[in-house]
């Protein structure tokens, strides 16, 4: 498979060819490609991804709601976020910065469950107070929970060692409030598309985060005080 990667005036103004021939043989230039379950698009919005992921779990909800009165809260819990949730969560840090259009149309598809899950009316309003009883955050937290995870593990951990290398501790030159915070280095990107990449969006969640939470001596406690932090903010 062949496609080229840019922003769209950048893809439009090129003359790109329609294939490329390897080997004798010509293959065509698409416009989105599927690795490792994650569909990328040329301008990499994750549109047709979210579209494949909603549809999905649109179908699963549909089924759960027709078995919803034979199961307990508790299996109804469990089964629509091992099914759903996971589809919703998998590969969600590439997410981070997307149009808020796709990730509202992502969190309809949760409310959904939340109603399916707790045998809810579609009231408006009631979505927060479902997701905090079944202790789910919303979809952008989810995005951001996901992504301080992995700057923990890579920055503090080292782990693993390719992301662990693009994270630096901030160093001012001269003595300010923020020396001793535990930061990182940010950057400042023009390009939405680049400003979403790992190095960039990192330390800007971290930073984002209280100083007591950035500074957790053990994962255990860092994934627990950041579902808090982030829960608050989910109730603001």
Sequence with gaps: EVIFFGTQQRLKRLHLPTSISIGGNNITVS?????????LDSQLT??????DVIRICNYHI???RQIRHCLS???ARTIGFSIVGSRIDYC???????????LGRLQRVQNSLARV????PRIPGNSTSL?????WLRIESRIKYKLALLTYKSYKLGQPPYLHSLLHQHQPVRMLRSTGCDQLVTHRIGLTMAARRFSVAAPRVWN??????RSANSIVSFKAALKTHLFNLDEV
């Design 131 to 135: 997701l905090r009883q079944l202790h």
């Design 117 to 120: 899950v707790c045998e809810a």
């Design 31 to 39: 416009d989105n490609v599927r690795i490792l379950g994650v569909r």
């Design 208 to 213: 984002n985060l209280p100083r007591d939470i």
């Design 46 to 51: 994750f549109n047709k991804h979210i579209d």
């Design 92 to 102: 969600n840090s590439l997410f981070y910065n997307s149009n808020r259009g796709a």
């Design 73 to 75: 809260y508790d299996a």
């Design 62 to 64: 549909r089924a759960l």
